[in-house]
């Protein structure tokens, strides 16, 4: 990048696009409409920089060696959690993870936290909307000790019912574990407000951040947060790399999750004592590249400013949900309108299949997930087998919401002409 | 790369008008298939005489229109076919999808509009979902002493 923006100015799209080389390329001769955000995110010039820069002028192991380059890289990934903990405004750089992603920081939390603080008969709370990622390792934690996973309801759109939530929470509630934003529906849950109930009943909260800290201000000390968990993939940032955040006082008296080099202090032929925080949690050499990379993401998202982000997103959500609710053939799934959802539209055109749907949109290079996006449970609440979703970032435009319009209109031709 | 390729008429015509569809209780080889990745589904009774010859064949299903094409195409194509013709309509059609072999139309009817769905690489285990169901059949019902047999097969 070369222009120098203030986060209080309004991000000039074309010039963020002129950041992101893919976003030139062309897919079935079509330019690419790339509206797949929420799975993952299309990488600025300053990130993929950041990695080829770490490869060809410090590559090293961190933590360990004694020369130049290893003091560099470790200094570099070491700098990279500072500016991430600054970005959630975590109180301290030590509460702040390195994973491979948020399906690993909630995994390590099921485990490390889970096996020594969740007994039989224990319950564990989820919500109705959760992506497999914060449900999956629940069922196998509850498996493991014999626990009990309970849901809070939501209504059609999302909504968690905060009523039957208080009432679900008693003295065998362990933990409650809930997205911040959907991944399907958009909507945004009142993670607040919930850790507010859980926190009056003594009962910690873990928030899947996988939706909400990429494309919102996520401030994990004001919401109180116990665990906080999301992806650099989705940020901007590269594959393989994710935070959990948790707080310093519930991480140290955790168990660490993988066992190996960098998370001990010292190490006998039977039994070995835990590196502080961070590294107890960052055993094996971790991805340095994806850490700096992540870093690199975040100085890029700092430069646009987060709320200039969310501001762009929700006039193109405000304005996709229009265009889409035009057409009579399209239903969408979660609430009608930007009060409480972020950019992640979901829907169905008429009876036709989301892969027909998927596939004729992709032949005019517009990028959609079509399937049951990781949330099996939410598909079979909605009674449908998979919807068609739309999720938008900062690079995306208005032209590319007509874009997407027009192409369902024309799917919707090729099959009932047919 | 043409949708039109993907999508031919005979393809449409199939998933809009379905041919052979709905349980049919007198059926020897009752087989589910599913893909669990994308959630298409077919259900097939087959009924086999005692002189190995697919009397009937009936499905069931829901999913893309390229499943459900796929498995309307499949029932016409080996209706009245010994059991041994039936395996080299499968054989032929497995390879022209999966290996990019020319296929025979006469022995594949309409099974060879399908031959677009290539082009579309995540599209193909929709094409083959309900020839790799009905092969699971047959081959149970040869290993079989011939008595009515219910079997399912998951696509991987």
New interface residues.
């Given amino acids: 990048m070369t222009t120098n923006r203030s986060a209080e100015t309004t991000p000039d799209v074309a010039s963020i696009r002129a950041d992101f080389p893919i976003l030139g390329t062309q897919v ?1 001769d079509s330019p690419l409409v790339y509206l797949d955000n929420a799975a993952t995110t299309q990488k600025p010039h300053h990130v993929i920089e950041s990695l080829s820069t770490y490869y060809e002028t410090y590559n090293a192991n961190i933590h360990r060696g004694l020369h130049t380059l290893s003091e560099q890289a470790t200094a570099e990934y070491e700098s990279a959690r500072d500016r991430i903990a600054a970005f959630i405004n975590a109180k301290q750089s030590h509460e702040v993870i390195f994973t491979r992603g948020t399906t690993d920081a909630i995994n390590l939390v099921a485990r490390a936290w889970g096996d020594s603080n969740v007994a039989s008969g224990d319950e564990i709370i989820l919500t109705e909307i959760e992506h497999h990622s914060n449900l999956v390792p629940w069922q196998m934690l509850a498996h493991r000790r014999g626990a009990h996973l309970r849901f809070i309801p939501t209504d059609s759109e999302g909504h968690v019912d905060l009523v039957e939530y208080e009432k679900m929470l008693g003295k065998r509630t362990r933990i409650v574990a809930v997205t911040h934003m959907s991944n399907v529906l958009g909507v945004i849950t009142p993670v607040a407000e919930l850790i507010r109930i859980a926190h009056a009943n003594g009962i910690p909260v873990l928030v899947d951040a996988a939706q909400s800290v990429p494309h919102m201000k996520v401030n994990v000390q004001e919401l109180d947060a116990d665990f906080v968990a999301f992806s650099g993939h989705k940020m901007l940032g590269p594959t393989g790399i994710g935070i959990l955040y948790g707080k310093e006082s519930l991480l140290n008296t955790m168990d660490p999750f993988i066992g190996g080099g960098s998370m001990i202090r010292v190490v006998e032929l039977h039994e070995s004592s835990w590196a502080g925080l961070p590294e107890k949690f960052e055993g094996g050499t971790p991805n340095i590249a994806g850490a700096i990379g992540l870093g690199a993401a975040v100085d890029y998202i700092n430069q646009i400013g987060i709320s200039n982000i969310t501001a762009h997103e929700m006039s193109l959500t405000d304005y996709a949900l229009q265009q889409l609710q035009d057409l009579d053939s399209v239903r969408i799934f979660g609430p009608p309108d930007t009060a409480n959802r972020g950019g992640v539209i979901s829907f169905a055109v008429g009876e ?5 749907i998927g ?2 949109l992709d ?1 005019d290079g517009v990028a959609v997930r079509a ?2 996006h990781c949330a099996q449970p939410l598909m079979r609440k909605l009674g449908v ?2 919807t068609v979703r739309a999720s938008f970032y900062l690079y995306n435009t208005t032209d590319e919401i007509d874009q997407l319009v027009a192409s369902i209109s024309r799917a919707k031709d ?2 009932d002409g ?1 | ?3 039109d390729d ?2 031919r ?1 005979v393809i ?2 199939h ?2 008008r379905p041919r052979n569809q709905g349980a049919a209780s007198d059926a020897n080889i009752v087989v589910e298939g599913v893909n669990p990745l ?2 298409d589904e077919v259900k097939l009774w087959l009924t086999v005489s005692s002189d190995n010859i697919v009397t009937a064949a009936n499905f069931e299903g ?5 499943s459900q094409a796929s498995v309307s195409i499949m029932t016409e194509a080996i209706t009245g076919k010994p059991v041994a013709e039936v395996g080299r309509i499968i054989s032929e059609f497995r390879a022209m999808m999966l290996d990019g072999a020319d296929a025979n139309e006469t022995l594949l009817g309409d099974g060879i509009a399908l031959e677009g769905v290539r082009d ?1 690489p995540v ?1 193909i285990k ?1 094409a083959v979902l309900s020839w790799n169901t009905l092969k699971l059949g047959l081959d149970e019902h040869q290993e079989s002493s011939g008595g009515h047999i219910e079997l399912s097969h998951t696509e991987s």
């Fill in positions: 079935h036709i299949h989301p892969h027909d596939t004729l032949t399937g049951h087998p998979a090729f099959f047919a | 790369m043409a949708l993907l999508y008429d449409m015509d998933y809009k994308c959630g829901h999913g893309c229109s390229i579309f599209r929709c």
